[in-house]
Nanobody, 120 residues
Framework: QVQLVESGGGLVQAGGSLRLSCAAS????????MGWHRQAPGKQRELVAA???????TYADSVKGRFTISIDNGKNTVYLQMNSLKPEDTAVYYC??????????????WGQGTQVTVSS
C-alpha cells in the first residue's frame, strides 16, 4: 500500500503564496507521476498540475504562470508552489499519485485533501 501525506494548506489573502507538499510512503514505493487536483463547492474536481518522475509537467490554463509543480524523486514528494493567489483558487486540493509498491502494481492513490482559502 501507498500512503499520501499532504501539508501546506491554509488561509491566505489574495496575492499571497502557499506551498503544498505531498509525500508518498510505503514498502518499496515507486512513483511514476504525482499531481494535484482541486474541487470548489458546487464544481467538479479539476486537474491543477501534474508531473512525472521524468520531469514532464502540465498545468491548468487558469494557474499557468502562477503555480509551479516540482518533484523530489528521492523523497517521493511533490510540491506545488502557489503564487499570486486569487479568491477563485479557493478549494480543497487533493494530491494524487500513480505508484507501485512491494504489494501492489501501478495504480492511483489519493490524499485526503487540504483546504486552501484565499480571501479578498
Amino acid at each position: 500500500q501507498v500512503q499520501l501525506v499532504e501539508s501546506g494548506g491554509g488561509l491566505v489573502q489574495a496575492g499571497g503564496s502557499l506551498r503544498l507538499s505531498c509525500a508518498a510512503s510505503g514498502s518499496g514505493v515507486g512513483v511514476a507521476a504525482m499531481g494535484w487536483h482541486r474541487q470548489a463547492p458546487g464544481k467538479q474536481r479539476e486537474l491543477v498540475a501534474a508531473t512525472t518522475s521524468g520531469g514532464f509537467t502540465t498545468y491548468a490554463d487558469s494557474v499557468k504562470g502562477r503555480f509551479t509543480i516540482s518533484i523530489d524523486n528521492g523523497k517521493n514528494t511533490v510540491y506545488l508552489q502557489m503564487n499570486s493567489l486569487k479568491p477563485e483558487d479557493t478549494a480543497v486540493y487533493y494530491c494524487n499519485t500513480k505508484a507501485r509498491s512491494s504489494s501492489s502494481p501501478l495504480r492511483d492513490y489519493w490524499g485526503q485533501g487540504t483546504q486552501v482559502t484565499v480571501s479578498s
